[in-house]
């Protein structure tokens, strides 16, 4: 399982980092010598729509030999290629994007299922995307992880909305349950409540490709290096 150390940025520093560690770029060279191999990298500006933080995105994107998965409101083909252009190894598509199928299918067959994840941003089993249209149709976050795997996408970033942030723990099993969504076969990475050394090895325990994490590594609930040990 691969784990996802968070970079979370609002207007220009790291959101809700302690003080002296909400540069950016000083994150990224923290993360990298404790050994992490993949960041995940959101412009919370950007997903919120305000004025995006795009000077700081690129300099981290520049100044790491990490690879770095990028969210927070993508949600049409150009930020999808303005971003893999300024070097994002992989770009997660928002939830409300998700659910358009023609979008998924463009993109898919432009950029390749390396280079795409999708975002399942859920709640009570429901997508439930951050900015999504109002009185837009439900959609049951396993259907659309079930059309994905037939569309041939193969990362999912999954979200329980509830959860994040709370340090409440992470909904595995949701997790493992849009896994095997439509016979099996898509990678989910769960995000969202991830608080203890136990949650991680939950997530593992359930199968999933990886998780992500940010407050517990703030609040120094466990140390990255901890945390790299308990999933390898």
């Known amino acids: 399982m691969e784990l996802y150390p968070a970079v979370d940025v609002q ?92 979008l998924v299918d463009r993109l898919l067959a432009r950029h390749g299922v390396e280079r795409l994840a999708v975002a399942i941003d859920a709640r009570d089993g429901t997508l439930a995307p951050r900015g999504g249209a109002q009185g837009a149709p439900p959609i049951v976050a396993r259907d659309l992880a079930r059309r994905l795997r037939t569309q041939g996408a193969r990362t999912v970033v999954y979200t329980d909305v509830a959860r994040d942030g709370t340090l409440g723990g992470p909904d595995a099993a949701g997790a493992r349950a849009l896994g095997d969504a439509g016979g099996g076969g898509l990678e989910v990475i769960v995000s969202g409540g991830i608080a203890t050394l136990d949650d991680l090895r939950a997530a593992r325990a359930a199968g999933l490709a990886g998780a992500i994490v940010g407050r517990a590594l703030h609040e120094a609930k466990f140390t990255l290096a901890e945390a790299l040990a308990c999933v390898a």
């Open 11 to 102: 207007g220009g520093r790291v959101a809700r980092a302690p003080a002296g560690h909400a540069d950016p770029l000083a994150a990224l060279e923290r993360y990298a010598r404790a050994g992490a191999r993949w960041v995940h990298f959101v412009d919370l500006d950007r997903a919120r729509g305000r004025a995006a933080n795009d000077d700081v995105t690129r300099a981290c994107l520049r100044a790491t030999a990490m690879r770095v998965q990028v969210g927070g409101g993508v949600s049409n083909e150009a930020a999808v290629e303005e971003l893999l252009s300024w070097g994002a190894a992989r770009v997660v598509v928002g939830a409300a994007a998700a659910a358009d199928a023609d």
